[in-house]
């Protein structure tokens, strides 16, 4: 795993920039104007991915829709983002994007972007409405949701290995993170 890359210049960045960008197998997000740019993920981080992707989809009722990454998610014309799982409306997808804030966005740490993550990922996702958070930790494995409160996030729960999350949003699961390593 690389580390991550911020481009900066005068002025901010705009979706047509990051659009522009070539392809080159790393996830670029605008953040506040600013276009991030980080490597592909590693082993754990996967796996973790698709267990969770697999338990969301089988739990998920319908009208609603689980997607993995990448798929980009329009929260304002300054950021658009990449999470690594979301839950959103059927009806709210366009053919390359959700133009809005997804019901639950989920992020997997990894040491280069565990701070983006926890702090500026959060917020950005806060500020659009998006309804919950949740942050799985591959190297614990744990996992933290955190639920939109008057336009904040509050921690709703915590789980790490073998101990159970239960939670109602986007729509009743149980996870174990542990389990999400098998």
């Given at each position: 795993?690389?580390?991550?890359?911020v481009?900066?210049?005068?002025?901010?960045?705009?979706?047509?920039?990051?659009?522009?960008?070539p392809?080159?197998?790393?996830?670029?997000?605008?953040?506040?104007?600013t276009?991030?740019v980080?490597p592909?993920?590693?082993?754990r981080h996967?796996?973790m991915?698709?267990?969770?992707?697999v338990l969301?989809v089988?739990?998920c009722?319908?009208?609603?829709?689980?997607l993995?990454?990448p798929?980009d998610?329009?929260?304002s014309?300054?950021t658009l983002?990449v999470?690594?799982?979301?839950?959103?409306r059927r009806g709210?997808f366009?053919?390359?994007?959700?133009?809005?804030?997804?019901?639950?966005?989920?992020?997997i740490?990894?040491?280069?972007t565990r701070?983006?993550?926890?702090?500026?990922?959060?917020?950005?996702?806060a500020?659009?409405g998006?309804?919950a958070?949740?942050?799985?930790d591959?190297?614990?494995?744990?996992?933290?949701?955190?639920?939109?409160r008057a336009?904040?996030?509050e921690?709703?729960?915590y789980?790490?290995?073998?101990?159970?999350?239960s939670?109602?949003?986007?729509?009743?699961v149980?996870?174990?993170?542990?389990?999400?390593?098998?």
């Open positions: 795993m690389g580390a991550m890359t481009l900066a210049r005068t002025g901010e960045f705009t979706r047509e920039d990051l659009v522009a960008m392809d080159d197998g790393h996830r670029h997000e605008l953040l506040d104007g276009i991030v980080t592909s993920p590693g082993l996967q796996r991915s698709l267990a969770l992707a969301l089988n739990a009722p319908e009208g609603l829709q689980v993995t990454a798929f998610v329009v929260l014309p300054r983002v999470p690594d799982l979301l839950v959103a709210d366009t053919d390359k994007d959700l133009p809005r804030a997804p019901l639950l966005a989920v992020e740490l990894s040491p280069s701070r983006i993550d926890l702090t500026l990922k959060r917020d950005l996702y500020e659009a998006t309804a958070y949740w942050v799985l591959p190297a614990v494995p744990s996992i933290t949701t955190w639920a939109l336009g904040t996030f921690q709703t729960g789980a790490a290995g073998p101990d159970s999350l939670t109602d949003l986007p729509f009743p149980t996870i174990c993170p542990g389990d999400l390593l098998r």
